[in-house]
């Protein structure tokens, strides 16, 4: 191509270079920041900063488009930039500052929330205390009572111990009035043959106040049981005085029994002319060779263990 054939190229070269627009790093970045503060949620409505950011970034693209000079365009473009990042500043600050008080608020809820919990559980506390002290109370006015019931059912059984005792020693003295003597079985009382007919086992009436005296200490004596033995001379046939001491020990019993003494504490059974108390060979010796024994035996000994 010759020099005269390049000419139009120049000039046309020229040409769009002329019409090309002019161009500022400092104010594209300018814009950048702006274009990134809105997509992060700032509004030229709300933020006086970066409404006047975008006015000085639309102020910088009008001096460039007019030729202005590019250090001007790059100032302005400058203060732009610093108005949206004072924009940035201000909407972090308060952003933050809105956190700061939310948190604020929501401590001071779980205080609130924390003091109303401890107060209903100290009521919770206060209440069950109330309620122990109350059962307590209970318990200490029940155990009192239990105490003075105990107290009472102690004086009571100390006043039927003495009236007891003071009722079998009585009776007790009483039946030394009778012929009685201790023996390791317990206390003898002999009741004479001549509380009987001639070969009778039927008590005569004068025995009777001898049998209650007996019946008397027995049911005053609940722990003791009695064993009631006839005996009988040596005259006459062994079988027939076997029979008939049997049978008059059997009349002491029933008299007992009728006099209130339980049955089942009372075992009588008869042994003929077995244990003498007295020679046979007279009348008087005989006599008393004739009789019924009641061995009262001692407290908590059983009749029908101790019979022979």
């Not at 509004?43 to 000079?69: F, M, N, T, W």
């Amino acid at each position: 191509m010759t020099v005269r054939n390049l000419a139009p190229v120049v000039v046309a070269l020229g040409l769009v270079l002329a019409c090309a627009s002019p161009q500022s790093p400092e104010l594209d970045a300018a814009r950048a920041t702006y274009d990134r503060a809105v997509r992060g949620g700032l509004s030229p409505d709300a933020s006086v900063d970066l409404y006047e950011a975008r006015k000085l970034i639309d102020a910088g693209q009008a001096a460039l488009d007019d030729g202005e000079d590019l250090a001007v365009v790059g100032s302005i473009a400058y203060q732009a930039g610093k108005r949206v990042e004072i924009a940035e500043f201000k909407a972090d600050t308060k952003a933050t500052r809105a956190r700061a008080e939310e948190l604020v608020a929501k401590r001071s809820a779980y205080r609130l929330e924390a003091r109303a919990l401890e107060a209903r559980r100290a009521s919770e506390r206060a209440a069950e205390a109330e309620r122990m002290a109350r059962e307590a109370e209970r318990l200490a006015d029940r155990a009192h009572m239990e105490a003075e019931q105990a107290h009472l059912a102690q004086l009571a059984a100390a006043d039927r111990a003495a009236k007891a005792e003071a009722s079998a020693l009585a009776m007790q003295e009483r039946l030394t009035e009778l012929e009685t003597r201790q023996s390791e079985r317990g206390l003898v009382l002999t009741l004479g043959g001549v509380l009987f007919a001639l070969n009778s086992a039927d008590l005569k009436p004068e025995a009777q106040e001898r049998i209650d005296r007996i019946a008397g200490f027995l049911i005053a004596a609940p722990d003791r049981e009695a064993l009631i033995e006839g005996y009988t001379d040596d005259t006459g046939a062994a079988s027939y005085n076997l029979d008939l001491s049997g049978r008059r020990a059997e009349s002491v019993r029933q008299a007992l029994i009728r006099a209130g003494v339980a049955p089942k504490r009372l075992v009588a059974g008869g042994f003929g002319s077995a244990n003498p108390i007295a020679p046979n060979s007279d009348e008087a010796g005989r006599s008393r060779n004739r009789r019924v024994e009641v061995i009262i035996l001692d407290p908590g000994v059983r009749a029908s263990q101790a019979a022979r």
